[in-house]
């Protein structure tokens, strides 16, 4: 039997391509980092963790399943239910939510050291992940868009940046802070200076945060983020 056609991602409406923004960046934007096929993908191992199938069908969950690593553990993150792949089990579930921007952050103030982060400063930016654990980051997780941070002290302090991609809308993601540098407002205006950058191209932020942490809902809140859709997390791992 032949399968259908898939739309093109950019053709798909908004609501489609964020309630599945996995799968979506993977088959989209971010295909370049991707590994696996039409059915099911996940972002190449030194970049993330997330994998995402393109739908419920018998045939993508297998297709997912063929991703799993031997060692090792994949994230999931959508708003339907999620359904384990076969030999999957789930080490871990948690609620999330995603929310919009619903307002220009043009006239945010901005911090006179903000600077961008790339290639040089990834083992930096590692080291501050691993430390106030924003989410998984890995050594290239930096590659998945532009990334800015505030440096003092001779030491990064804080940093933000982008992550997951699907046709009009970027993902705001990474935003942490060094515990000696907490209480000056960084978080604030590193989550701005990368909204800002995501409007100059066009494009709508969205972020995602646990449904537990009501500090960080409350200060994307006070940037102009509103809650769009409750989303459900697994991190899954082969049977033993």
């Not at 945010?108 to 290639?119: K, R, V």
């Not at 009501?214 to 994307?220: G, K």
Request: charged content about 20%; glycine content about 8%; proline content about 8%.
């Amino acid at each position: 039997m032949t399968m259908a056609a898939s739309p093109p991602p950019d053709s798909l409406p908004a609501e489609q391509l964020l309630n599945r923004p996995v799968w979506h960046s993977l088959s989209g934007p971010q295909q370049d980092l991707a590994l696996g096929d039409a059915l099911a993908r996940r972002y190449r191992p030194e970049i993330h963790l997330f994998a995402a199938a393109a739908d419920d069908s018998p045939e993508a969950l297998n297709a997912l399943s063929r991703l799993l690593p031997a060692r090792g553990s994949l994230y999931l993150l959508q708003v339907p239910a999620l359904r384990l792949p076969p030999g999957a089990v789930a080490l871990k579930t948690a609620q999330g939510v995603q929310m919009l921007a619903t307002r220009s952050l043009a006239d945010e103030p901005t911090h006179p050291d903000i600077q961008p982060l790339g290639d040089a400063d990834a083992a930096e930016m590692l080291a501050l992940a691993e430390l106030t654990q924003p989410g998984p980051f890995l050594a290239q997780t930096h590659r998945m868009g532009r990334f800015l941070g505030v440096r003092l002290q001779g030491r990064l302090a804080a940093m933000a940046g982008e992550r997951m991609h699907v046709a009009g809308h970027t993902e705001v993601s990474g935003v942490c802070t060094h515990p000696d540098f907490r209480g000056l407002g960084l978080a604030r205006r590193l989550s701005a200076a990368v909204a800002r950058q995501i409007e100059a191209r066009g494009e709508r932020p969205f972020l995602h945060a646990w449904r537990s942490n009501e500090a960080a809902i409350a200060l994307y809140e006070s940037l102009g983020f509103q809650w769009r859709s409750d989303v459900q997390v697994a991190v899954i791992a082969r049977a033993s």
